[in-house]
């Protein structure tokens, strides 16, 4: 039982304030990964495939629309977050998963 749960959760640890006041560089998030994506959802995604000059592995975003293609268009909850409005939608592939609590 251990291993399917490694395998479907994930804990990630918020570095930044994009999200702020969401959330705020510290925070935990636990992750379900493979989990569709739906308007209003948080997600992980691996920035390099959105910003291959980006310094960070993952970026934690919310889900502004999904798109008809399969791909997703993300926003920060602070004014000024790079997001989907700076670097276009993000690809469904990219996409680790959608955050479920924070811890």
Do not use: C, Y
Request: cysteine-free; hydrophobic content about 45%; overall charge positive.
């Amino acid at each position: 039982m251990t291993g399917w749960l490694r395998r479907r959760w994930r804990l990630v640890v918020v570095r930044g304030q994009s999200m702020a006041p969401t959330l705020r560089d510290g925070d935990r998030l636990l992750v379900r990964v493979g989990r569709a994506p739906a308007a209003g959802d948080l997600v992980v995604f691996r920035a390099r495939d959105v910003v291959p000059e980006a310094d960070l592995t993952w970026m934690v975003k919310r889900v502004h629309r999904v798109e008809a293609d399969g791909a997703v268009s993300v926003r920060g909850d602070n004014a000024h977050s790079q997001d989907s409005r700076h670097f276009g939608a993000v690809p469904r592939e990219a996409i680790l998963g959608v955050a479920k609590g924070r811890r």
